[in-house]
């Protein structure tokens, strides 16, 4: 990666890296030691902002199952719920059917004119849906408690079939994070390859904050209409993902162009323990008396535009790595520097 240089005094072999950190470490003050010490723990711990939204993002929905497996259900299973309706109400017409039946003596002999008239009405409403079907009212009766018992096996049927739709759907959901990590972790790689560090964090928070913001309208198609809210927890939780996967590259190559070697240690733990602290907020905001309640559980996912605003405010404070200045710096001097045009006498000679 460096050129090595050989000493004419020694045979060893001396690595120019470590010789330049050498001789920093050498003409460094101590009062300016203690300086960029302070300033590079503050860089890491801006930047470990990205490993806490990491943690946090991927357990912001783990307590929720039952929530978004509802959201699921009453959206995308409409049809179902339709014809449970349907049901529900050609079974309280036999009953009621029935329970005339049973009482229009008693009503008769009583002379309970009100209910009398009650009766009639209902007779004949059912005496126009046998006509329109072309049946008597007796044929009607005589089927009716065998199609309810059929109709009431078939929607247990598809109940069951649903429940098992509904759990390939909620494992979909949090696969499409881990399929987001794969994609940011492949946008990430170039951005680590050329140097561009600082960038690269600065377009993972904004892909963190669009996701939020996704989870911002989720919850407002959540309290008018269900039928957007799988697709907008979809996409956000796969933009999630990505923002998950270029930290696991960027922040990582990051601290090491920064960090010299004897801080390097000490100041690699702090990413994992954000990611646990973010993993620690996501479930205790989670539970029912904070932000579990079932309106308000998209509040959880929503607060990762928190960490991401900071992010976005902060990131000018992040050094640029040393790679990247002396790419900048190379590209200054070709700009500079005029090419030499060969002609055909250069050739000759």
Known sequence: MFPKIQHQDQDTTINTSQLHNRTHEALIKPEQNKQIRSYLIVCVILMSISSLQFGYNAASLSSFQENVEMVYDKSAFKIYYDLKAQFEEKKAIFIESQRIQNMLLEWKYLGDEKNLEYAERFIADRRRDAEAMGMTMQQVS????????DAKYKLEAVRILLDKL????WGMLNSTFAIGGLIGALIARPIARNSQHKRGMLVHYCVSACGSILIIVAFYFEQRSLYLVPLVLLVSRILFGVQAGMATIIVPSYMREIIPDSMRSSLMIIPSAAFSIGLVMAHLLSFKPILGKE?????VSALSIIPAFIGMVVWRLLPEVPKCKQKSRADMLLQSTPMAVPTKQNDQH
Request: glycine share 0%; net charge negative.
């Open 142 to 149: 005589e089927i009716a408690p065998r199609k309810l018992e």
């Open 166 to 169: 509904l759990m390939v759907l």
């Open 295 to 299: 309106d308000l559980w998209l509040v």
